[in-house]
């Protein structure tokens, strides 16, 4: 099975930034290239959402609330996705996972990593 490791968190003040990393690995059988993949975040009371993609073919799609400020990347030679996220507000405070997207997502999750906004 797969297994996506997420780092890269961490607490932060308002208008800030992070990076964020998510490593697929376990299995020869998932060719990280093949798949488009997500980052999804869940803040505390709330349904785990997917907050931007990227395709294959490295076109990206964004949550209308997250546009101009965060941004996905991959590097399919270390089979690592990446989320920039600038001007980080406290609405963006969630444990955030990675994991393929948009159509559906592999059934193990990582165990995420938490991004706090606040001052």
């Known amino acids: 099975q797969v297994q996506f490791v997420e780092s890269g968190g961490g607490l932060v003040q308002p208008g800030g930034s992070l990076r964020l990393s998510c490593v697929a690995s376990?299995?020869?059988?998932?060719?990280?290239?093949?798949?488009?993949m997500g980052w999804y975040r869940q803040a505390p009371g709330k349904q785990r959402e997917l907050v931007a993609d990227i395709t294959s073919g490295y076109s990206t799609n964004y949550a209308d609330s997250l546009k101009g400020r965060f941004t996905i990347s991959r590097d399919d030679s270390k089979n690592t996705l990446y989320l920039q996220m600038n001007s980080l507000k406290p609405e963006d405070t969630a444990v955030y996972y990675c994991?393929?997207?948009?159509?559906?997502?592999?059934?193990?999750w990582g165990q995420g990593t938490q991004v706090t906004v606040s001052s």
């Open positions: 994991n393929i997207a948009p159509l559906g997502t592999m059934p193990n």
């Open positions: 376990g299995t020869s059988r998932f060719i990280f290239s093949f798949w488009g």
